[in-house]
């Protein structure tokens, strides 16, 4: 049935909304075949209230604009309470699109309770950031593995990295541009043996790793440096007892390099805290994590 059924709905086209309500109206065994979609961002809020808790397989959607900066419709309560019955929805994608406010873009990504692995290309918001969610008793659920950003103004995610469990559940966070040349940081966090301090006997230990390469754009640079030292000091409950940087040999400028041997140093308040960040050269092309 499934084979039959991207016949109708490929999978790398956008979904006929209407289209697919009618097979469902006729047949709802349909709704345990379909396991992707792709959505133009003008039916995102349709298609959360049309199928909302019907398609019992999806696990993953993309959410795309044709256009660059293609504005999401306003969000409210009714659709947050149908995106938590897309209960299978492990991954969530989403392109070139700007949403009413931080807590519109928020509370749907809090909504996916099963959510896992977040990309977002080019995703912003109008208006003012709104509350951290570190303050937000909703943002107690968002468990996300990997996280992907490709954006030229990393800065305003750092109210998303400060959800009060994402230091304890990403194991990568991959951070992106590309203007005239890429340029790419990504961070592996993982468990490591627990390392008990007076303040903090129950903390869970975790070592970070990050590479660096295709490293040309300083200020896109110490805007990562920036969310990234946020981002590590978000949460009392975790204790990060390594920071390891590797810099690929010939892809990083001279300029980056001294952010982190010449004032101010990069990562400011993690040292505050005692942390020693080490960094070695890696060869070019060469994955050290």
Avoid at 75 to 94: E, G, I, M, Q, T
Wanted: net charge positive; charged share 20%; with cysteine.
């Amino acid at each position: 049935m499934q084979s039959q059924y991207l016949a109708i709905h490929p999978e790398d086209h956008f979904l006929d909304i209407l289209r697919l309500r009618s097979h469902l109206r006729n047949n709802p065994l349909v709704g345990l075949s379909l396991t992707k979609v792709l959505l133009p961002v003008e039916s995102m809020r349709a298609f959360l209230y049309m199928f909302s808790g019907r398609l019992y397989a999806l696990q993953s959607i993309f959410i795309e604009a044709d256009l660059q900066f293609t504005a999401a419709p306003l969000l409210r309560a009714p659709v947050y309470a149908a995106c938590s019955r897309f209960s299978n929805v492990r991954k969530l994608h989403l392109s070139n699109i700007v949403f009413w406010s931080f807590g519109n873009f928020a509370r749907l990504i809090c909504a996916l309770r099963s959510l896992v692995k977040l990309t977002l290309k080019r995703v912003s918001w109008d208006g003012d950031e709104g509350r951290s969610l570190a303050d937000e008793p909703f943002a107690t659920c968002l468990r996300l593995k990997v996280i992907k950003i490709d954006s030229a103004d990393v800065s305003q995610y750092r109210n998303l990295l400060a959800a009060p469990n994402l230091l304890h559940t990403v194991s990568h966070l991959h951070l992106k541009y590309k203007k005239r040349r890429q340029a790419m940081l990504i961070v592996r966090l993982e468990n490591s043996r627990p390392q008990p301090t007076s303040s903090s006997l129950s903390a869970l230990a975790r070592t970070a790793k990050i590479q660096i390469s295709m490293a040309r754009n300083q200020a896109w640079f110490r805007s990562c440096f920036d969310l990234l030292d946020s981002f590590f000091c978000s949460s009392s409950t975790v204790c990060l007892n390594r920071v390891n940087v590797d810099m690929e040999e010939g892809n990083v400028s001279e300029d980056i390099k001294r952010m982190f041997f010449a004032k101010p140093l990069v990562f400011s308040a993690l040292r505050a805290r005692g942390m020693e960040i080490e960094v070695h050269q890696i060869p070019a092309g060469c994955t050290a994590m």
